[in-house]
Each structure stands twice: as C-alpha cells, then as structure tokens.
C-alpha cells in the first residue's frame, strides 16, 4: 500500500486552503500534521478520503489517481477511514449497534459474523464492558475510542484522524492516545491532524508543518521539533511549545 499525493490544490470561493501539497506515505508509517488553526490540516484529510473534490493534483493510491472525478468514492472510502473531533456517534444506537451499522450496511453482513470482530475490538481498547450502552452513558473518551473502533470495524488500510482529542477534557486525552499508539504497534499506516505536540514528537515517524496551505517543513520529529529549518516553523513551535 502506497499513498502519494501529487500538487493538491483547494480553494473555498477565492481562499486557497491546499496550495500544492505533495506527501508520499509508506505503509506502517505515522504522519502528524502540526500547524496553525487554518493551515489546511483538517482540509487535507478531507480531500485524501474524498469527502472534499480537489481542484487540481492528484491522490495516487496502489498506483490509481483517486481524485478523478468520475470514480466511486465508496470503495476509496472503506480503505480510507476517518474519524473526527466530534464523535458523530448516533445517540439512539448502543456503541456496538453503533460500530457494527456501517459493516451491516456496506458489506452485507449479519450482527452474528460481526459479532466476534467487533468484540474483539471492543476488548483491546477496554471497552468490553460498555457494548450494550448508549452515547450519552459514555465519557468523551469512551465516546472517541468507540468512533475509532467503529472506523476500525471496516477494515481500513489507512486511517486518518482530525484533531479527535481536542473536544476532550485534558484528563481523557490520554486514553484515546494510548489507542492510536496501540494502532501504531499493528502497523496500521495513519496521517494526524493534531495540537498534541508532545505526542507528535514522541510517536510520529514523520511530521508536516502546514502553513497557508503549504507543507513548509517536513522530517523525522527530533529534527523538526529540535532544529527547524524554516523561520515560520520556529515562530509556531515557540507560540505552542511550553518553556522547558
């Protein structure tokens, strides 16, 4: 598995928000982009699972351009799975009947073959006992875990995260950590918005700096969090690192 993308450009009337973004990704590797409130991070993973139509450039998945206008994005998106800030979780629905609806409804298949997957994932990130509850019996970061084990149930190849700890109290943003380390340790190839700068530092294999649409910096965590290149990255890692 391979993700490329290739010159990506969006505007939102007559704001460029991706002003030529290209980023190759390997698999098993974590990419965190960092930048500024309105840099284009969120835009970013938007287009990659298709949810936003690029204006130009292209992203090449397994050597196939995704982005073509003509193609299905529904297949795309069963690869692609992402999960937000906001847990989006049906309030109505228990969690399970939450994670197993799109797995029902996507690829047909009963809560009977789902039921030992999907307890299986309930199990790894401790949720086992809290199946049967309905969103609002659940903490934030139950809530999130529950969003993540939902996309999971899909089987994604690739799954990419939009700043899914910063509707949380700090307190729970730890948990919900803790699962994308797990996710990290399968293997699984992943690209994260995200403010939790200490997290990037100490797990990314790699870090993208946007700025105005652009990826201004790029490199392992240690090169760019300890000697930035670029004068913008610097000024930003001074407004939100905290003095040592």
């Known amino acids: 598995m391979k993700l490329r993308l290739d010159n990506v450009q969006k505007s939102f009337g007559a704001t460029r928000v991706l002003d030529g973004i290209s980023l190759d990704v390997a698999k098993g590797e974590m990419v965190c982009l960092i930048g500024a409130s309105g840099s ?5 993973l938007r287009c990659i699972n298709l949810l936003e139509p690029l204006d130009d450039g292209a992203i090449w998945l397994d050597g196939e351009d995704i982005a073509e206008p003509a193609l299905d994005p529904q297949p795309i998106r069963q690869r692609i799975g992402i999960v937000f800030q906001s847990f989006n979780l049906f309030p109505h629905m228990t969690a ?6 799109a797995p029902r409804r996507v690829r047909k298949e009963t809560r009977e073959a789902l039921r030992p997957e999907v307890t299986a ?10 199946m049967g509850h309905y969103p609002d019996q ?4 139950q809530q999130q875990r529950v969003a993540i ?9 690739i799954m990419l995260f939009d700043e899914i700890t910063s509707a949380l109290d700090p307190e729970l943003v730890g948990e919900v950590l803790q699962v994308l380390k797990a996710l990290k340790e399968d293997g699984m190839t992943m690209i994260l918005a995200t403010h939790e700068m200490a997290f990037a530092r100490d797990v990314a294999d790699r870090v993208c700096v946007l ?34």
């Open 40 to 44: 284009g991070k969120s835009t970013l």
């Open 96 to 101: 399970v009947e939450n994670v197993m609806l």
């Open 121 to 130: 994932l309930f199990d790894r990130f401790g949720l086992a006992d809290r």
């Open 138 to 141: 659940l903490s934030g970061g």
């Open 149 to 157: 084990i939902r996309a999971l149930a899909m089987r994604p190849e």
């Open 211 to 244: 700025d105005h649409g652009r990826i201004i910096e790029e490199g392992p965590p240690a090169q760019v969090f300890t000697a930035p290149r670029e004068a913008r990255t610097r000024a930003f890692l001074s407004r939100v690192l905290q003095p040592v």
